[in-house]
């Protein structure tokens, strides 16, 4: 089993920046990827950023530039640094990790409970 968990989120100000941090831990392959999904009201769900853990990264073309993911120093960690913030971003924020990387965009099996991100005009 693994439990996923991220935090980070709160409220901002458009053009604001903010880092969000997801850990998993428990029973963890070595070769996995951590991924940042968001869903706001109303929308489906969508995959915002992944990162495996040999330093490969997939961003959706609607934060390319504006947001970087990365791996932590710590084991099975890793970051999503969210720049130039929009009120389109606004959503909760789920870090979610799968084992392997044979994809970066599917095949997830746990979630952590997710963090709300709210950018205000």
């Not at 053009?15 to 070769?31: I, K, V, Y």
Request: hydrophobic share 30%; with cysteine.
């Amino acid at each position: 089993q693994v439990q996923v968990e991220e935090f980070g989120g709160r409220l901002v100000q458009i053009g604001d920046s903010l880092r969000l941090s997801c850990e998993a831990s428990g029973r963890t392959a070595n070769n996995n990827v951590l991924g940042w999904f968001r869903q706001a009201p109303g929308k489906e769900r969508e995959l915002v950023a992944a990162v495996s853990s040999g330093g490969t990264t997939y961003h959706v073309e609607s934060v390319k530039g504006r947001f970087t993911v990365f791996r932590g120093t710590a084991k099975n960690t890793a970051h999503l640094q969210m720049n130039s913030l929009k009120p389109e971003d606004t959503a909760v924020y789920y870090c979610a990790f799968r084992s392997g990387v044979t994809s970066l965009r599917s095949g997830y099996e746990y979630w952590g409970q997710g963090t709300q991100v709210t950018v205000s005009s």
